[in-house]
């Protein structure tokens, strides 16, 4: 895979993710609109994002300067 798949293929993860956690969509509605065998996310989705995967896709966000996303994250964050 080259260097632009894989950052292609992690911003497609942090955004899943990202929508799943903060409840945009559900894991089942993403997999019955998604027409491809693969799809990515940043954290298990067969549990509860834990509190560390919630700040590392929310330092995502900070990298990429999508400061709508990191305000929505940081709401979720225990101790902030």
Known sequence: MDEIAAMRGMEEAM?????????NITFKEMLDDCEREGIFFAHNVENDPTQNDIKHILNYFKGVEDYEKCNELSKMVVGV
């Open 15 to 23: 955004i899943n993710s990202y929508n799943i956690i903060i409840g």
